[in-house]
């Protein structure tokens, strides 16, 4: 293991679609290190934990569509590595510069402050869930504190159509609806609905309505008339109510979907900016589809 790690610090190259993601040149034959340390499987974390206080620079840089580059560092091979093994994500603690810290920067509260609070969350995940299944694990995700779990967890539960998923995806979709509204919940509620459809219970219809009728709401606070006042609206709300309605549809309401539909174009499709109606038009099409 020790001598893949140091193989590490020999990785080139630079991220290919210029986000600022990790670069992984691995050669198909697997041979590079992150797939050999990948190979070693879940009895290898405790033992790959040590490694991520190592802050050596490896030969790949991050690359920014603005033009900026990083150099990747050791430990963040490291925690890929991880992730991969346990098909859970962890994170480095978020660097930050001094003016962003005195400007009070937001900080999400569920990534870890340093090396040390990492490594623990890791030693105590893998105490708990190292000889659990990937379903269990997976049911454990859909309520975890990162929300890129949160979402993995939805969709792994969907594509695997696991009937042991609609009841915990049906108690998010109540949680979500509970409380203050915000696009991140929005996007929740509308991926839980998506994989309610994949798993496929009709059963699971009467929760897949309330997230169609919270997204419908949205967009009549998005388009009602000026006069009245009217809600922001974030950039999937059309995508994430057609996600609602489609799954709906995929349950065997297809009908009801399609009125439900017609009848928000027909109050509000006036109210929208050229690019919206444009958008709503091309979904309305596409639903008929379904």
Aim: charged share 25%.
């Amino acid at each position: 293991m020790a001598q893949q790690v140091e193989r590490i610090k020999l990785i080139s190259g630079h991220s290919e679609f210029g986000y600022g993601e990790l670069p992984e040149p691995f050669p198909p034959d697997d041979s590079a290190p992150v797939p050999q340390l990948i190979k070693y499987g879940m009895d290898a974390v405790p033992d790959l934990v040590p490694y991520l206080a190592d802050k050596s620079f490896t030969q790949a840089y991050r690359f920014h569509s603005n033009g900026s580059t990083q150099r990747a560092r050791v430990n963040e091979y490291i925690v890929l590595v991880i992730n991969r093994i346990t098909e859970h994500n962890f994170y480095l603690p978020p660097e930050q510069s001094a003016a962003a810290r005195s400007a009070g920067a937001f900080v999400d509260p569920a990534l870890p402050k340093d090396i040390e609070e990492l490594q623990g969350q890791i030693n105590a995940w893998w105490s708990k869930n190292r000889t659990r299944t990937l379903l269990d694990r997976k049911l454990d995700d859909v309520n975890d504190p990162i929300h890129d779990n949160r979402f993995s967890a939805y969709e792994w539960l969907g594509r695997t159509k696991a009937e042991a998923g609609r009841l915990p995806l049906e108690r998010r979709i109540d949680s979500l609806l509970t409380g203050e509204v915000n696009t991140l919940k929005q996007s929740e509620m509308a991926a839980c609905a998506e994989s309610l459809a994949k798993v496929g219970s009709v059963q699971s219809a009467d929760k897949v309505r309330k997230v169609c009728d919270h997204l419908s709401y949205w967009v009549y606070m998005s388009f009602r008339p000026v006069g009245e006042g009217r809600a922001g609206r974030g950039s999937m709300q059309i995508l994430e109510l057609f996600k609602a309605y489609h799954a709906l549809s995929s349950l065997g309401f297809k009908d009801e979907a399609l009125s439900r539909l017609n009848e928000l174009e027909v109050k509000y499709y006036v109210e929208m900016d050229p690019s919206t109606q444009q958008e709503f038009l091309r979904n309305l099409e596409n639903a008929r589809n379904w």
